[in-house]
């Protein structure tokens, strides 16, 4: 005799995440207004909610990449060429955008905020320098630090000395993966009491009001990453695709782009886009290393944070800039986004270095990135929910454009898939 389901549980798998989470969003929100005090004790579920992701993260990405390298057949496609220069394209079209912006809406900033203590890389070199050394760092401390281009450095390397491995070997590893699979999406089910906490506590701690002073630098910050998300990266898909790119463009943003958001960060978000991979019915061989690859140095967000931060310190200062150097700054902008997870404090900390192209001192620059440390709550959110969605958009379309029949599933309304 099958046991009958409780009510909560009929209800909870009869609606969509999605829907869960938005609830639990509009939750946060009430629970922030009428009580901040118990807001900022619930914001332990979000803490525990992204500590989980980013626990699993690491290993998920390690088991899945191994597993996909052994598993690989010769001959067969993996995209991840087309990915890369997708990747590549988006980024620097991000920061191509967020200097016509900045000069179209050129902003001030009000130059008093103390900077931290913090030391920014000294120049391009020692950025790939970081990501060289990523590469070669020891497995363990790669898997503990979360260093994801050693870990998949490892994965790769592993995966390919097991290809000839016995039939058993083969058999654990992928046993392996799907059992790591099956803890992400445990994990990934609490995401609506995570985002209730996430969103109640900062509510709560910060509200919004330091954000006032800098509205007009936040309005060319997110106007430049919702053209990217909303014009740009659907006229690069559809270049990819030759079909309407919209459906797939919304299903990442919905199901990538409002977790992202939330946890502010990429790598927390890598079992949630993998997660949604699978939806999308994608080869397993490509997204379980284009994804993490993706979180690393796809970086369309950070792109336009670092050129449009710059220039408002160039406005600032009353200096002129011709297009040569406006186009050079997107050239750096987009190799030291590239970089900018093997750098502590991620974008931020590359100002500086973007500064330096127009003889701005340390100093000052420094200042600038503890205007970015105050505008965070906004910034950070949508820059990486930028980044992290689409990394799964450009996945898609490199695999759509090969297998017509992938499209299928993206052309459903978004919340069907």
Not at 77 to 95: E, Q
Not at 204 to 214: I, M, P, Q, R, V
Not at 255 to 276: K, Q, Y
Not at 311 to 322: E, F, I, P, W
Request: with cysteine.
């Amino acid at each position: 005799m099958t046991k009958q389901q409780h009510p909560l549980v009929r209800l909870l798998n009869s609606t969509s995440l999605v829907s869960q989470i938005l609830v639990g969003l509009i939750l946060g929100v009430l629970l922030a207004l009428l009580s901040p005090e118990t807001a900022k004790s619930v914001g332990l579920l979000g803490s525990l909610f992204v500590g989980g992701l980013k626990a699993v993260a690491p290993v998920l990405v390690f088991v899945l990449v191994m597993a996909a390298v052994v598993g690989h057949k010769q001959g067969q496609k993996t995209n991840m060429k087309p990915i890369l220069l997708l990747y590549l394209l988006g980024t620097f079209s991000a920061a191509a955008v967020a200097v016509a912006a900045s000069f179209l809406f050129p902003t001030e900033l009000h130059l008093s905020a103390s900077s931290a203590e913090l030391t920014p890389p000294g120049g391009i070199t020692e950025v790939l320098q970081t990501l060289l050394f990523n590469v070669v760092t020891n497995p363990v401390k790669a898997l503990i630090d979360a260093n994801y281009i050693g870990i998949l450095a490892w994965a790769i390397a592993l995966g390919i000395a097991l290809r000839h491995a016995s039939a058993s070997t083969k058999a654990v590893i992928t046993d392996l993966s799907h059992g790591v699979t099956w803890i992400v999406k445990a994990v990934i089910r609490c995401a609506p009491l995570g985002i209730l906490g996430l969103v109640a506590s900062t509510l709560a701690e910060s509200g919004f009001d330091a954000l006032l002073g800098y509205a007009k630098l936040l309005a060319v910050l997110l106007g430049c990453m919702l053209f990217i998300a909303l014009v740009v990266n659907p006229l690069i898909v559809f270049w990819k695709i030759k079909r309407n790119p919209y459906p797939l463009v919304l299903t990442c943003l919905k199901e990538s782009g409002i977790t992202a958001f939330f946890t502010r960060s990429s790598a927390a978000n890598i079992p949630v886009n993998m997660a949604l991979c699978e939806k999308l019915r994608l080869p397993e061989d490509t997204y379980a290393v284009s994804i993490p690859l993706g979180a690393t140095i796809n970086m369309a967000g950070a792109a336009i944070t670092i050129t449009v931060l710059s220039l408002a310190a160039v406005h600032t200062l009353g200096m002129s800039v011709d297009l040569g150097t406006a186009i050079l700054l997107s050239v750096v902008a987009t190799i030291s986004a590239c970089g900018a997870s093997g750098v502590a404090g991620g974008s931020l900390l590359l100002i500086p270095l973007a500064c330096s192209l127009f003889g701005i001192s340390n100093d000052i620059a420094m200042q600038v990135v503890a205007v970015g440390f105050i505008i965070g709550v906004l910034q950070d959110s949508a820059e990486t929910a930028l980044n992290s969605s689409t990394d799964v958009l450009f996945t898609a379309a490199a695999c759509m454009a090969e297998d017509e029949s992938l499209c299928e599933a993206a052309a459903r309304e978004p919340s069907q898939v």
